[in-house]
């Protein structure tokens, strides 16, 4: 081959790319092609010029010239990138893929943490409730215990009122009546101190005011304190000479200022004296 032949087919180095490697193998299979049918030599050897022929030989044949086959060249731009994309193909078959594992664990840890939130939230909702309702009950039993506190209070008030008003309304003894009652109690001054007794000749405290008030048609019950429960409370200030003087243990006639005749002991038997000291009830019979 010539090489002007050789100078034509000379082309830039450019980048090979897939579709140069196969415009490479189409040129070399037509080039086989072109040897195989024309010759070897017919392909490369170029026509003799003036050459002597002999006059007895018979006119050569012309060579058969094999056709000139291009090499497709394809023209790639200097600013393109070696590899270029290749584009989707019109009617390629789409094919979607469903969610991974992990995208499906995802989704349902989501779901259960929403699912919890909202069972907290009305968990919440109910105890803030249910707190609300026991305070208004609580409120409800204090006001109602209050009420009632108040009443009770003013029913005592009025209980204690009314007994205040008995005790105050508790009807004087008149004088000649306190002074009878007081005289025949001075009769028994002297009589010795007998425990258990009931008559002149030997009497306890109790059995000695027994005595004095039964002159006066009066019935007592036996004992200091049954003594004291069957009359009225007064104050000390109201007391009356012939109202009983009782502590408990001991009770006597009071004889006015600070003087009540009692029966106190073997020691004093039956005497007039001070209220010594001591918690004294003055009641009214």
């Known amino acids: 081959?010539?090489?002007?032949?050789?100078?034509?087919?000379?082309?830039?180095?450019?980048?090979?790319?897939?579709?140069?490697?196969?415009?490479?193998?189409?040129?070399?299979?037509?080039?086989?092609?072109?040897?195989?049918?024309?010759?070897?030599?017919?392909?490369?050897?170029?026509?003799?010029?003036?050459a002597p022929q002999a006059d007895s030989a018979p006119a050569a044949l012309a060579p058969v010239v094999a056709p000139a086959?291009?090499?497709?060249?394809?023209e790639i731009a200097e600013d393109e990138e070696a590899e270029p994309a290749?584009?989707?193909?019109?009617?390629?078959?789409?094919?979607?893929?469903?969610?991974?594992e992990e995208e499906i664990a995802a989704?349902?840890?989501?779901?259960?943490?929403?699912?919890e939130r909202a069972a907290a939230e009305e968990a919440?909702?109910?105890?803030?409730?249910?707190?609300?309702?026991?305070?208004?009950?609580?409120?409800?039993?204090?006001?109602?215990e209050r009420s009632n506190s108040q009443g009770q209070s003013s029913?005592?008030?009025?209980?204690?009122?009314?007994?205040?008003?008995?005790?105050?309304?508790?009807?004087?003894?008149?004088?000649?009546?306190?002074?009878?009652?007081l005289a025949t109690a001075r009769s028994g001054i002297g009589?010795?101190?007998?425990?258990?007794?009931?008559?002149?000749?030997?009497?306890?405290?109790?059995?000695?005011?027994?005595?004095?008030y039964a002159q006066h048609g009066i019935n007592l019950p036996r004992g200091a304190a049954g003594q004291a429960a069957a009359g009225t409370v007064i104050p000390r200030s109201e007391a009356r000479p012939g109202d009983l003087v009782y502590k408990p243990g001991h009770i006597g006639i009071y004889a006015g200022g600070n003087q009540f005749v009692d029966a106190g002991n073997s020691r004093v038997d039956t005497s007039e004296r001070n209220i010594y000291s001591g918690s004294w009830t003055f009641i009214r019979i």
Not at 124 to 144: A, V
Not at 155 to 181: D, L, N, R, T, V
Not at 201 to 210: A, I, K, L, N, R
């Open 1 to 50: 081959m010539s090489k002007t032949a050789n100078n034509t087919h000379r082309r830039a180095m450019r980048t090979v790319t897939p579709v140069t490697r196969a415009g490479r193998a189409g040129a070399g299979a037509a080039m086989a092609a072109a040897m195989l049918f024309g010759g070897a030599s017919a392909a490369t050897a170029e026509p003799q010029a003036d």
């Open 69 to 74: 086959v291009g090499i497709p060249a394809v």
């Open 86 to 100: 290749l584009a989707p193909v019109a009617g390629a078959i789409s094919v979607e893929v469903g969610p991974t």
């Open 107 to 115: 989704a349902e840890a989501a779901e259960r943490e929403a699912a």
């Open 124 to 144: 919440s909702e109910q105890e803030s409730t249910e707190s609300t309702q026991t305070r208004e009950d609580s409120s409800s039993s204090r006001s109602g």
């Open 155 to 181: 029913s005592s008030q009025s209980e204690s009122s009314s007994g205040e008003s008995e005790q105050s309304s508790a009807p004087a003894p008149s004088a000649a009546k306190g002074g009878s009652i």
């Open 191 to 212: 009589t010795p101190y007998v425990y258990g007794g009931t008559s002149p000749s030997g009497w306890d405290c109790s059995g000695f005011v027994q005595w004095v």
